[in-house]
Nanobody, 116 residues
Framework: QVQLVESGGGLVQTGGSLRLSCAAS????????MGWSRQAPGKQRELVAT???????IYADSVKGRFTISKDTAKNMVYLQMYRVQPDDTATYYC??????????WGQGTQVTVSS
């Protein structure tokens, strides 16, 4: 089974940028979708960005125009580039993968804190 490990989280000021990375132990090409979700304290986990097998992207309205999801298939990496971050972006960010058999795989998460 593919394992996912996130990195790149940290403390960033409002309006700043941050890039999260997700290292997959197997080929990202074998996944139906790859994505990033986040969960803030006391809130439900929400899907913020998805990259489909065909290369399409889907973003939550709250991050559209500010976040960009991408992948490097040679390195089996998925990235989330975050621009113009806001305090509401503070959350634990999780990399996730959906297999063609319908199984969802989650990473352990990386914390992003945006200071106002």
């Amino acid at each position: 089974q593919v394992q996912l490990v996130e990195s790149g989280g940290g403390l960033v000021q409002t309006g700043g940028s941050l890039r999260l990375s997700c290292a997959a132990s197997g080929s990202v090409l074998s996944m139906k979708t790859m994505g990033w979700s986040r969960q803030a304290p006391g809130k439900q986990r929400e899907l913020v960005a998805t990259l489909t097998y065909s290369g399409g992207t889907i973003y939550a309205d709250s991050v559209k125009g500010r976040f960009t999801i991408s992948k490097d298939t040679a390195k089996n990496m998925v990235y989330l580039q975050m621009y113009r971050v806001q305090p509401d972006d503070t959350a634990t960010y999780y990399c996730n993968a959906l297999t063609f058999s319908g199984m969802t795989i989650w990473g352990q998460g990386t914390q992003v804190t945006v200071s106002s």
